[in-house]
Structure formats: C-alpha cells, structure tokens
C-alpha cells in the first residue's frame, strides 16, 4: 500500500541518546505474553467445572460440552478476523476491549440458572473475547515487531497460554474445591480486568509509533496505514488459502492439535481421572505440571523452528502425541504414580510445540497475509477442540468411560504426522490464487 502521509511515514529510524540496549520489541513481547496469560484465566477453568455444574443443575456433561464447544470454536473463528480488526484499528484497542468481553462473561456465570445462560455467557462472550486475544494476536505482534528470531519469539508468547494454566489452575481447583464454582468465576474475571491496564499503557502498535526498526531489521519500517474493510480482508484472504493445497493440510493437522489437546486433555482430564477416584485438585495439579514442559517444549520447539524443517518438526510431534494417547487409558488410576507423571511430561513437552512450526509454514506459504491465513488455520484448531469437547461429554454419558476418545484422538494424531509430511515446500503466493 502506498504510504501519502510523512507524519507517520519517518524515512529513517530517529536517533535518541541514550537508548536501552534493549530492544523496545522485547518490551512489546513481554507486556504480550502476560496479557495472553491474564486470557488464559478463563481457559483454565472449562475442566475442573464440568462436575460441579452437573451436580448443580444436574445437567448432562454433552450440555455443558457443548458451552466449551462453543467457547472453543468461537475462539478460533474470531482469530482471523481480529487479526484484521488489529490492522484497523490497532492491537491495542482491540486486546483492551476482548479482555473487557472475557471479565464480563465470565462474571455474569455466577447469575446463572439455566443451561442457555452457560451457552451464552461461557460460549459466546467469553469464546469472542478469547477468541480475539487468540494466537493471531501472537503472530500479529511478531510479525510487526521481529525480524529475527521470530520462532523463538513465536514459541515463547504461545507458552504463555500454558503458563497462564499453571498458575491459575492449582488456584482455581482449591477455589472450586474448598468455596465452590461461583467464586473462581469471579477469580477468572478480576484476573482479565487486571491485565487491561498494562495493555492501554504500556503496549505499541507498531515499531515507528516509537521511531523503531523490528528487531533485527537493517531498515527502518514505516507504520502501514490503516487497512480498511477488516471483515473483507479476512474472507478475501480465506477465498484465496483454500484455493491452495497447503492451506488444507495445515488446517487439517491442526484441527487434530486442537483435538488432542484442548478439546480432549484440557476439558476431559481432570473428570476423567475423577471418574478412577483421583481428587479434582490432584488432576488439576497434573494439567498444571503440563503447563510448566510446555512452555518448555514451545520454546524448544521455537528454537528447532529457526534451525530445521518445520514440516518434520510437525511429523515427530504429531506421532509422539498420538502414541503417548493410546496408552493413557492403562495409566489412569487413584493416585498419582512415576509412569501418570511420565505422561504427562512427555504430553506437556508436545502440547502445543505443534504452533512454532505451523507458523512458519503459514509465513513461508502466505507471505504478508500470514497472520490472517494462521487466523484460519487456527480457526480449524479450535473446530477440532469444540467436536471433541462435545463429543468427549457424549461419550461419556453413553459408555460410562473415556477410552474411546482416548484411542480415537491417538489415531487421528498418527494421520496428521502423515499430513504433515506432504506439504509441499514451494511457497504459495495467495495473489496468484486469485488471478
């Protein structure tokens, strides 16, 4: 796009003395990863409130997995679009106000009587606002702010997301267990609330608001203009994707992510082991052990993506997930034993390792639309993690037990290492699709 104003278009980065040695971009990044763990909150808390609701309003868990359904699929359907709405309007305004949306829904569960309030407060506020403060917030920010290091970065602010989960999830287990579910509601809300003001402060939408280069960048960059029809641009950019063969195989193996993690281990676990005799804290515990090697895993992941071919990254970590699954039904019991925790390192070093890779496939696929392209693709993530949140309750309901979502998502997770291992390495220029 043509820039016509010099006011916000500098030709060269200003010189100020006495500048950090650090980088502003890694301000940017920090103040990103702990408003992603402030919207993490609330997805802490779908699993260790599946019980108690049905205990209190005896409804069934295929109900209450269909409000996670929802929160899940609106989660990464309103990806692309807030990636668009960013382009705008700006990452600030836009992370402010879905944080806003997320307090909010999450505070008004507490008024709660009836199954279609849970659909709406829980699905479809708190599915808006976390959907826009998804990862296309993440890849937004490191587009805009990183020249260099862009895996390691990448790896890094989708850790957050599990260090979010290992902080407020043994917190939010002892609330549910010791004062009930009413309460970590409002715990998760005023936890939103309070990272609004670090975001209207501190972050920046550009580099040249503050006469920087990207990290990394030999050039000074001027700020775009701001791009207008957001919702167009989206759907334009999503008619041009599916046109190409990539798109598919990458929406695909990370609709089985999504599958295999949030819809399955982050809904279904802590219930699941409920259902062997294990305590609700206990299980809430485990899920944050996996919350601490996932930020591990993500990072290294991050760092693998830089040095090799993400394609195979994504081929190992799909099959390792998916053998790890079939044998998690043998290793549910009452009490927590070396190979249960074995698992779940292993499941915690894999969890969303998958993001780092995927992105860098979307970057070297899609070009400037990646960030919405991965919108997208992380749109399909979160389809998978709805149907399988849903699904998993209805399983549940209909053969006492979660063993044959356990097998199945294994299955799935060895056809999506396959997936993986054919995409072509030709990049896709998404212009071209159109002609």
């Not at 043509?2 to 920090?30: K, L, M, N, Y």
């Not at 040249?208 to 280069?213: E, F, H, L, P, R």
């Not at 993400?310 to 699954?325: E, K, T, W």
Request: charged share 10%.
């Amino acid at each position: 796009m043509t820039q016509t104003t010099d006011a916000i278009v500098p030709t060269q980065e200003p010189s100020v003395p006495g500048r950090p040695r650090i980088h502003r971009a890694w301000f940017v990044a920090a103040v990103t990863f702990v408003t992603i763990i402030g919207a993490a909150a609330f997805r802490s808390l779908p699993g260790l409130l599946i019980d108690p609701l049905h205990q209190d309003f005896h409804w069934s868990r295929g109900t209450i997995g269909a409000a996670v359904s929802i929160n899940l699929a609106l989660y990464g359907l309103t990806a692309p679009f807030a990636a668009a709405l960013m382009d705008r309007f700006g990452i600030r305004r836009v992370v402010a106000i879905a944080l806003t949306v997320i307090a909010v829904g999450s505070g008004l569960t507490v008024w709660m009587t009836a199954a279609w309030q849970l659909l709406l407060c829980w699905g479809l506020l708190v599915g808006l606002g976390s959907g826009s403060m998804a990862l296309a917030f993440a890849a937004t920010v490191t587009n805009r702010w990183f020249t260099e290091r862009k895996g390691l970065v990448t790896g890094i602010l989708t850790a957050a997301s599990a260090s979010g989960q290992l902080i407020f999830l043994p917190l939010l287990s002892w609330i549910v267990t010791k004062h009930g579910w009413r309460p970590a509601s409002v715990t998760v809300s005023l936890a939103a609330l309070a990272v609004v003001p670090f975001v209207w402060l501190l972050l920046r939408d550009h580099p040249a608001d503050v006469g920087q280069k990207p990290y990394g960048a030999t050039e000074f960059v001027p700020k775009p203009e701001p791009v207008q029809g957001a919702a167009r641009r989206a759907v334009t950019v999503l008619l041009s994707a599916v046109r190409t063969g990539p798109f598919w195989l990458l929406a695909g193996t990370f609709a089985i992510c999504g599958a295999s993690t949030n819809g399955l281990i982050q809904t279904h676990f802590v219930p699941a082991a409920h259902d062997h005799g294990m305590p609700i804290t206990a299980a809430a515990s485990l899920l944050a052990v996996i919350g601490v090697f996932d930020v591990i895993g993500t990072v290294a992941s991050g760092w693998f993506t830089d040095r090799f071919e993400p394609r195979r990254l994504l081929a190992v970590y799909y099959a390792l997930r998916g053998i790890s699954l079939l044998f998690l039904p043998m290793l549910l019991a009452p009490t927590v034993h070396p190979p249960m925790i074995f698992f779940i390192v292993f499941y915690g070093l894999d969890w969303v390792a998958t993001v780092p890779p995927t992105l860098a496939l979307c970057r070297e696929q899609y070009g400037e639309d990646s960030a919405i392209v991965f919108g997208w693709v992380l749109a399909s993530h979160q389809v998978g993690a709805a149907l399988v949140a849903f699904l998993g309750g209805v399983a549940r309901d209909v053969f006492g037990s979660y063993n044959v979502v356990w097998y199945a998502s294994g299955t799935l997770c060895a056809v999506a290492a396959l997936m993986a291992l054919v995409i072509r390495r030709r990049p896709v220029r998404v212009a071209a699709a159109l002609a």
